[in-house]
């Protein structure tokens, strides 16, 4: 099959890529647990993904804090040695032509004091997750409530971190605003039961809103993509009552921000949420910027949904865990390997 749409050069953003095609954001677990610093396996893993001719490479999941640790082996950007470590990452993707942009992820609540320095995680409310500790396999731990000076810091935290990535020579970054993770936990109902002015209906995305703000202020909102979704890691039935307002809500906020470039998240790409149609075309009916589109792709129903103007940037994920060069493979017709949890989630390739 000829991939015309996939493998053509765009521009999305403030980025030139050289095709349509993004590597998605997977936690790997490979930097040093305790100073959160990658080394030279993690510069081949990106190098090697740079070479093969990915348009756009987002990162695993980057902590902006300590206490926004996840599991064991999450990278951080929150000191100047961290930094400096993800320097020889993006220097290897951009000497082979790749672009490159950190996602900066605060697990919040979904979390224990073991992976955090002792500390509870935090949280908008005093609400414990169901489930276990990735890896750590212990139950969430309670979380205490942020006070207005502790949100306050995490919104610098993320900013701080941005600079850090900025610094750090990454092309952009993205802000995890999906999955039941920090900013999430203040926008749903179920984990943000606060009656100040960052809870209740109308307060619940101004958290969002005011990292989005800090951290486009500290490099510049054409920089800067959103994840966002209804998915809940820990609560995996949970969906929108009314999606429609729900995605509205998010998109005033985006628009209001200067926002150009969402990376929306479902649990299957051509599933629909309401009306008939998917997450993306959903959001694609009210948004004219640009879209990523991921989750259960194809590189054939990737190409059709950039030629109907859904989505035109498509994010891959277990495949190019198994398939490095997945852009020669698709170029030259060649088969893909299939992925194997097994072995492609303990390797870096």
Same mark, same amino acid.
């Given at each position: 099959?000829?991939?015309?749409?996939?493998l053509?050069?765009?521009r999305?953003?403030? /980025?030139?890529?050289r &095709?349509?095609?993004?590597?998605a954001?997977? &936690?790997?677990?490979?930097?040093?647990?305790?100073?959160?610093?990658?080394?030279?396996?993690?510069?081949?893993y990106? @190098?090697?993904?740079?070479?093969?001719g990915i348009?756009?490479? $987002?990162? %695993?999941?980057?902590?902006?804090?300590?206490?926004?640790?996840?599991?064991?082996?999450?990278?951080?950007?929150f000191?100047k040695e961290?930094?400096?470590?993800?320097?020889?990452v993006?220097?290897?993707v951009?000497?082979?032509?790749?672009?490159? $942009?950190?996602q900066?992820?605060?697990?919040?609540r979904?979390?224990h004091?073991?992976l &955090?320095g002792g +500390?509870?995680?935090?949280?908008?409310?005093?609400v414990q997750?169901e489930g276990l500790?990735?890896?750590l396999?212990k139950p969430?731990?309670?979380? %205490?409530?942020m006070?207005?000076? !502790?949100?306050?810091? *995490?919104?610098?935290?993320y900013?701080?971190?941005?600079?850090?990535?900025d %610094? *750090?020579?990454?092309?952009?970054?993205e802000?995890?605003?999906?999955?039941?993770?920090?900013?999430?936990?203040?926008?749903?109902?179920v984990t943000?039961?606060?009656?100040?002015?960052?809870g209740?209906r109308?307060?619940? +995305?101004?958290?969002m809103? #005011?990292v +989005?703000a *800090?951290?486009? *202020?500290a490099?510049g909102?054409?920089?800067?993509?959103?994840?966002?979704? !209804?998915?809940k890691?820990?609560q995996?039935s949970y969906?929108w009552q009314?999606? %429609?307002a729900e995605?509205?809500?998010?998109?005033?906020?985006?628009?209001e #921000?200067? +926002?150009r470039?969402?990376?929306?998240s479902?649990?299957?790409?051509?599933q =629909?949420?309401a009306?008939?149609?998917?997450?993306h075309?959903l959001?694609r @009916?009210? /948004?004219?910027?640009n879209?990523?589109?991921?989750v259960?792709l194809?590189?054939s129903?990737? !190409?059709?949904a950039?030629?109907?103007?859904?989505?035109d940037?498509?994010a891959?994920g277990?495949?190019?865990?198994?398939?490095p060069?997945?852009?020669?493979?698709?170029?030259?017709?060649? =088969?893909f390997?299939?992925y !194997?949890?097994?072995?492609?989630? @303990?390797?870096?390739l």
């Open positions: 099959m000829n991939y015309k749409e996939l053509q050069p765009v999305i953003g403030n /980025w030139h890529l &095709t349509r095609i993004a590597m954001p997977m &936690t790997r677990s490979f930097a040093d647990d305790t100073t959160g610093i990658v080394g030279e396996d993690v510069v081949a990106y @190098k090697r993904r740079a070479q093969d348009g756009l490479i $987002i990162t %695993e999941g980057i902590t902006p804090s300590p206490r926004g640790k996840g599991t064991f082996g999450v990278p951080g950007l000191t961290q930094a400096n470590g993800w320097r020889k993006t220097d290897a951009h000497e082979e032509g790749g672009t490159i $942009i950190a900066l992820w605060h697990v919040g979904l979390t004091p073991d &955090t +500390l509870a995680p935090q949280a908008p409310s005093v997750a500790v990735h890896r396999r969430f731990a309670l979380p %205490e409530a006070t207005t000076q !502790e949100i306050k810091e *995490a919104v610098q935290q900013a701080q971190a941005a600079k850090y990535a %610094e *750090a020579g990454f092309d952009g970054v802000l995890h605003g999906a999955h039941g993770y920090l900013i999430d936990q203040f926008a749903w109902e943000n039961r606060r009656t100040d002015s960052y209740e109308t307060g619940r +995305l101004r958290f809103k #005011e +989005l *800090a951290v486009g *202020a490099i909102v054409d920089r800067v993509i959103v994840r966002f979704s !209804e998915l890691d820990d995996p969906r009314d999606p %429609e995605i509205e809500a998010y998109l005033k906020v985006f628009r #921000e200067g +926002l470039v969402l990376h929306p479902t649990n299957t790409f051509n =629909p949420l009306e008939n149609l998917t997450l075309q959001i @009916k009210r /948004w004219d910027g879209i990523i589109g991921v259960g194809t590189p129903s990737a !190409e059709d950039i030629r109907a103007g859904i989505i940037v498509a891959f277990k495949p190019l865990l198994a398939n060069d997945f852009v020669s493979r698709l170029r030259n017709d060649q =088969p390997i299939p !194997e949890s097994k072995i492609h989630l @303990k390797e870096l």
